[in-house]
Nanobody, 130 residues
Framework: QVHVVESGGGWVQAGGSLTLSCVAS????????MGWFRQAPGKERQFVAV???????????DYADSVRGRFSIARDNAKNTVTLQMRSLKPEDTAAYYC????????????????????WGQGTQVTVSS
């Protein structure tokens, strides 16, 4: 059984930083692209960032335009963990953040469509005050 668990959410003032973590178990982690999505009240869940499946030597990342240059995604295959480092946070970044796994893949993939993600965590809340 696959489990995806996020942590690290919280409250922060605008301009501050937070790092979210996600641990996935019950799957061959290397073969899955790992993505972060967010959902604000009354809005659809939207893509934030993705890191490709990786054998540990090469991986690729992609970001939504709204977070590019401020957020950074990384993975540690030895720990089945993906992190999202968020800097220069803005009130509009306030949302529930979800970690998700897409795959399994052979070649490197960086899906941004939430329908391509098979396994989801329960989410962690990030609140940015102005």
């Amino acid at each position: 059984q696959v489990h995806v668990v996020e942590s690290g959410g919280g409250w922060v003032q605008a301009g501050g930083s937070l790092t979210l973590s996600c641990v996935a178990s019950g799957l061959t982690f290397n073969n899955y692209a790992m993505g972060w999505f967010r959902q604000a009240p009354g809005k659809e869940r939207q893509f934030v960032a993705v890191i490709s499946n990786s054998d540990g030597s090469v991986w690729y990342g992609d970001y939504a335009d709204s977070v590019r240059g401020r957020f950074s995604i990384a993975r540690d295959n030895a720990k089945n963990t993906v992190t999202l480092q968020m800097r220069s946070l803005k009130p509009e970044d306030t949302a529930a953040y979800y970690c998700a796994a897409a795959g399994p893949y052979g070649s490197h993939r960086t899906p941004s469509d939430r329908d391509q993600y098979k396994y989801w965590g329960q989410g962690t809340q990030v609140t940015v005050s102005s």
